[in-house]
Structure formats: structure tokens, C-alpha cells
């Protein structure tokens, strides 16, 4: 069984370790760095450019952070709604799935349309492409209360807003926020599209117009970035996790 230090130290060993094999290849091959900057060169476009990325990134920051606090209360409200009843379950989740199958990409231009060029279309484009795994972890979450114990309930006089908010809510919760780990990650992906074709600012809009003018470090150094905040965000979120429902977690398998 591996010690609370070693599992703490391998995610830095590890980065370290990628990073150092990448700048090492990149030397050794004579990698152009307009094909692949190596990891010293984008850590000195980071520095060089950091007023205007951290500019940038803060919208980006604020911008995801508010699609997916749209989306974590939409996804909620509405997989309690499917979860707690197989009609309605069953009646809307071809339209889910049909509507989540649409490259959100596709969807932004119909946003600019209705909101115009701004901070709403990336905050939407967030929102819509991350709430589905939200909706489905917690609609399955309260679907696994077995039938025995709702029977059991009922007999008891419980009624099944009882049985949703007493059993079926805290029953959903590991599902809850293990979604929240994916929709975060996704949230970033849908405010960078969203950035990139209706915004002025953020991190995507940055990546757009450094792309055109072929300032590949700059490209580099604002992945980077996106990359730190998205990690960042992740672990924020499995802490809330293991604070939150650590009794759902008994598994102590091995590496």
C-alpha cells in the first residue's frame, strides 16, 4: 500500500519527469521551436508575456467559472427531476443525448446570433457543454435506490419527495462529484470555443489571434495556462469531494 507521501509526491514527479524528457528530446532532435518550443523556451514566453496572460486568463477564469455554476445548478435540478421519475427519464433523454451529440462548436454562431459578440456566448458555450455528465451522475445516482427500500419507505409513511431528498439525493452524491471533476475540465474546453469565435477577450480570443500571427511561443505559454487553471480547478473540486462524501470512498486498491 503506497504512504499519503508518495501519493502526494507523484503527480510533481511525474510532471517534472514529462517536462524534463520533452526538453531533453527537444535539444537532442533539433526541434525547431515554430514546431514544438521546448518546455524552457514556453516558460520564457510565460514570463515575457505574463501582463497579458493573466489579463486574458482571468476572463477566462471568471467566464468558466459561471457557465459551470450554471451548469452544476441546471444539472442538478434536472437529474433529480429525471432520476426521481422513468417517465419523464425515459421521454427526455433522446433529446438530451441528440442535443449533447451536437459539437458545440456548431452552436456558438447561433449564440452570437441571439447575444452578440461578448461574454455571454462563452459563458453559454460553457454551460451547454458541460452540464450532460452532471445530469446523467445525478439521475443515476437516485435511480439506484433499490425498490425493496422504497417499499420499505412507503410502509413507513415516507413520501417519495421523501425518498428523492432524504435517500436518493445523498445516495447521488459520489455521483455528483465525480461529474463535477469532468464537467470543470469541460466547462474550460467550451468557454476557450466560445472565447475563440464571439469574445474580445480571454485566453481563447489570446490563442486565435497568436495563432494568426504565427507567435508560436505565445501559443504555447497560453496552453500552459489554460492547462495550470484547469488543473487547478480540478483539484479544487476533488478536495470538495473528498470532504463531501468520503464515506462513499472504502476502496484501498493497490498500484
Known amino acids: 500500500m503506497k504512504t499519503k507521501s508518495q501519493l502526494a509526491l507523484a503527480p510533481w514527479v511525474f510532471t517534472v519527469g514529462f517536462f524534463a524528457l520533452w526538453e531533453i528530446l527537444c535539444h537532442v532532435l533539433k526541434i525547431s521551436s515554430f514546431i514544438l518550443p521546448a518546455p524552457s523556451t514556453i516558460l520564457w514566453a510565460v514570463w515575457e508575456y505574463r501582463n497579458q496572460l493573466a489579463y486574458h486568463a482571468m476572463h477566462t477564469l471568471w467566464m468558466t467559472l459561471a457557465g459551470f455554476g450554471l451548469a452544476v445548478g441546471f444539472g442538478l435540478l434536472l437529474g433529480m427531476v429525471l432520476g426521481s421519475s422513468r417517465l419523464i427519464n425515459a421521454g427526455t433523454y433522446p433529446l438530451l443525448v441528440g442535443f449533447n451529440s451536437i459539437p458545440k462548436v456548431a452552436v456558438v454562431p447561433i449564440l452570437v446570433f441571439w447575444f452578440g459578440v461578448g461574454w455571454v456566448p462563452p459563458v453559454m458555450t460553457a454551460f451547454l457543454i458541460s452540464f450532460f455528465p452532471i445530469v446523467v451522475n445525478v439521475a443515476t445516482g437516485i435511480a439506484t435506490v433499490e425498490p425493496e427500500m422504497e417499499d420499505v419507505l412507503r410502509a413507513l409513511g415516507a413520501s417519495k419527495r421523501d425518498i428523492v431528498f432524504k435517500v436518493g439525493v445523498p445516495r447521488a452524491m ?82
Do not use: D
Not at 489571434?209 to 487547478?232: C, D, K, M, N, T
Open 174 to 255: 459520489p455521483y455528483f462529484f465525480g461529474s463535477l471533476k469532468v464537467a470543470i475540465t469541460l466547462a474550460y474546453v467550451g468557454s476557450v470555443i466560445g472565447e475563440q469565435n464571439a469574445s474580445n477577450v480571454g485566453i481563447g480570443n489570446l490563442l486565435t489571434r497568436a495563432s494568426a500571427a504565427f507567435e508560436v511561443p505565445l501559443v504555447w505559454a497560453a496552453l500552459v495556462v489554460l492547462a495550470v487553471l484547469g488543473v487547478i480547478m480540478y483539484a479544487i473540486t476533488a478536495y470538495a469531494e473528498r470532504s463531501m462524501t468520503g464515506w462513499a470512498q472504502r476502496s484501498q486498491m493497490a498500484a
